[in-house]
């Protein structure tokens, strides 16, 4: 079977910009976490999923994916490792350097769609960086072909993938999806975020006419 691109969800962050004594991932989002948001939309197109988290969400990744899908790392501050979110993204490729690229996606943007996961998948095919854009603004997924997976695999500290992006031919795939700007940093963010959701379902609703 021929190798495909893998989704690496991160959620090993602090959220610290985040009020209260739950973690933003673990908020309530329409009868789910804000992770098994993401993650329902990752599973539904039938890419593999990594998750790279630490031990205080990884029960919470568990109810979505199998143990083997989940890459745990030590949390923020509580470990030498120069951890952050290049880190993270080091940590998930490393765990699937036989796919044929990686789609890396917050795990605090719940609002991201299937289809857009697999529109910026298909782009890696002919791409060796693409990232999801709505009306012009890039947003994420961010993907990479594995071309690039000794220079993703070594990223350290929080550094990101940023400079990769500058450095390869990136191509912006638009998409009908303004979730692919909206991520969760703060309980505002959340419940603009609520809201966003209740009138996409409203809307579908509508156009299904009401049944």
Known sequence: MK????????????????????HKLGQDLDGASVLARVLIQVLATSL????????????????SVASR????LPEVGASDLPLGMGYSIAAGVSARPNASGW????????????????????????HPVAF??????RGHPVGFSSELYSELSALQG????????????AQGVEV????????????ADLKR????????LAAADVGDGGT
Do not use: K, N, W
């Open 48 to 63: 593999e999923a990594v998750v790279v988290t630490t031990e205080a969400l990884a029960d919470e990744a568990r109810l």
């Open 158 to 169: 929080d550094a990101g993938a940023r400079r990769l992006t500058a450095r390869y031919p």
């Open 193 to 200: 975020a609520r809201a966003a959701r209740r009138q996409s």
């Open 69 to 72: 899908d989940i890459v745990l």
């Open 103 to 126: 789609l890396i996606l917050p795990g605090d943007m719940p609002l991201v769609q299937s289809s857009t996961v697999l529109a910026v998948a298909a782009a890696l095919a002919h």
């Open 3 to 22: 190798a495909q691109p893998v989704v690496v969800v991160l959620a090993a962050g602090l959220g610290s910009r985040f009020g209260g004594t739950i």
């Open 132 to 137: 999801a854009q709505y009306q012009g603004r």
């Open 176 to 187: 009908d999806d303004p979730g692919v700007l909206v991520d969760i940093d703060t309980e």
